[in-house]
């Protein structure tokens, strides 16, 4: 059975979702956002959480039930569900993005740690410049900077010519969402910088990034991750399909 989850749940969560970057996601938001927005939803069955935000339904685990689950999926009103490519084996085999879990270990600490946070436009601006897909600035900016504000997420940016978000952060994981260097910056060793930087500033957790197949490869084996697994997002299917 699929129950929804309160906050009176949050330790139970934390055990269910450790090491697992759709986890650190979940609970990452929740640390910025808390439990009673609307927009963020919890559930739980035996052995998956389900997390609905927006239309986005992430599930982080493998479901007890799989037809529950896809039943369960149209219910809330998912367009879409995003997990561990092992996790969603009975979905609809279409994906609409898929690629490799990368994961570095815990890192060590350079003593470098800071509290100072780079300005959300700075990295928006970069971030477009390098030609990465970004929403809207007033979407972006209201969400990261509330998530910097609440310490589940941080940035680093190299004088506005590169840099690299943890767009998710928790005391024992962290999500590397996004490196960017801009075209006329780039083979000078920026966006490593900024990846060592950034990591060495939070000693003592590891790192997840979610990558497309094949995506800088070599960027990443060089700072040390390690490809443990695949993801995808499939398409919610209708009930009649």
Request: glycine share 10%.
């Amino acid at each position: 059975m699929i129950r929804l989850l309160a906050q009176k749940d949050e330790e139970g969560l934390k055990e269910k979702t450790r090491h697992n970057p759709f986890g650190c996601r979940l609970l990452s938001a929740i640390e910025a956002y808390g439990w009673d927005r609307p927009f963020l939803r919890v559930w739980s069955d035996d052995s998956a959480v389900y997390a609905l935000q927006d239309s986005s339904l992430t599930i982080c685990g493998r479901p007890a039930d799989g037809q529950e689950a896809a039943a369960f999926a149209r219910m809330v009103g998912a367009s879409t569900v995003t997990g561990c490519t092992e996790d969603l084996a009975g979905w609809t085999p279409f994906s609409r993005q898929s690629g490799v879990i990368l994961y570095h270990p815990v890192a060590p600490s350079s003593g470098n740690d800071s509290d100072e946070k780079p300005p959300v436009q700075s990295l928006y601006r970069v971030l477009q410049a390098a030609g990465l897909l970004v929403p809207d600035f007033e979407v972006f900016y209201l969400d990261l900077n509330h998530r910097l504000r609440h310490g589940a997420a941080d940035a680093v940016l190299w004088g506005e010519k590169a840099c690299a978000v943890l767009g998710a952060l928790t005391e024992e994981e962290a999500v590397l969402t996004a490196v960017a260097v801009v075209p006329g910056a780039r083979r000078q060793g920026l966006g490593n910088r900024c990846v060592t930087t950034l990591m060495a500033q939070h000693p003592g957790i590891s790192f997840w990034a979610l990558r497309g197949s094949g995506e800088n490869r070599d960027f990443y084996r060089q700072l040390g991750f390690i490809e443990v697994g695949r993801w995808k997002t499939v398409p919610v299917e209708p009930a009649d399909s």
